[in-house]
């Protein structure tokens, strides 16, 4: 079965630094990859998605994360934190299913809790 | 895109008790999805809800305790049945567009505290 795990559970950057999330994937073919922001109070938006091609992969709010299969990574990163990027960062594997139409069975890492300091 | 709405935005609920929790979405559909995000945990899949037939439980879910419906292509619903202090969460609803099979949105969720 896939998994996804994110080593940090809770990172704290200072406004303008750079960030980058950790996520690490176990799945048995090519993974369909994506990260998810949610903020307090609200829904997942979708940051960002990898299926095939090109390895970094750019995204919404600046954000672009890059695929390593022989590390089983797909990490985020920005060159610049604002502080509306103060978020949980959610990291997932897309299985297939509906015959093959679908990669709508997401599995989620436990999340990163993101903190901006002014 | 799609947009999607869920009702109610959040709930207090007494144990024993159960809660329609209902899902909308501004365009047809072809997948909708149904997720559990206890407090400080990621986010679980309960099951697929497809159109005119019964929904697909994962591991660990059952229809007696998580009845879903879903009449047509831009409606379903989720019933937490015979709540316990155990199942406060915050329940979401996620579809897949037709024009976009690969990527799911998410709705707003709905809050559940169970008393």
């Known amino acids: 079965a896939q998994s996804v795990t994110q080593p940090d559970i809770h990172i704290t950057v200072s406004e303008g630094a750079s960030l980058e999330l950790r996520c690490n994937y176990s799945y048995g073919a090519t993974p369909y990859l994506f990260w998810y922001v949610q903020s307090p109070g609200q829904g997942l938006q979708l940051l960002l998605k990898y299926f095939s091609g090109d390895t970094l992969v750019q995204g919404i709010k600046g954000f672009e994360a890059e695929f390593k299969r022989s590390q089983s990574s797909f990490n985020l990163r920005k060159p610049s934190v604002h502080w509306s990027d103060a978020a949980e960062y959610f990291c997932?594997?897309?299985?297939?299913?509906?015959?093959?139409?679908?990669?709508?069975?997401?599995?989620f890492g436990q999340g990163t809790i993101l903190t901006v300091h002014p | 895109s799609a947009v999607i709405s869920q009702k109610p935005s959040r709930d207090i609920c007494q144990r024993g008790t159960s809660l329609t929790i209902q899902c909308q979405v501004d365009s047809q559909v072809t997948m909708m999805f149904w997720y559990r995000q206890q407090p400080g945990q990621s986010l679980t899949l309960i099951a697929t809800?497809?159109?005119?037939?019964?929904?697909?439980?994962e591991s660990g879910f059952v229809i007696d305790k998580f009845p879903i419906s879903r009449p047509n292509l831009t409606f379903s619903t989720l019933t937490v049945s015979n709540m316990s202090p155990e199942d406060s969460s915050i329940y979401l609803c996620s579809v897949e567009v037709y024009r976009a099979r690969d990527t799911q949105y998410f709705g707003p969720g709905t809050r559940l505290t169970v008393l």
């Open positions: 997932a594997v897309g299985d297939l299913y509906a015959g093959g139409t679908s990669y709508g069975k997401l599995t």
């Open positions: 809800a497809n159109q005119g037939s019964e929904a697909t439980y």
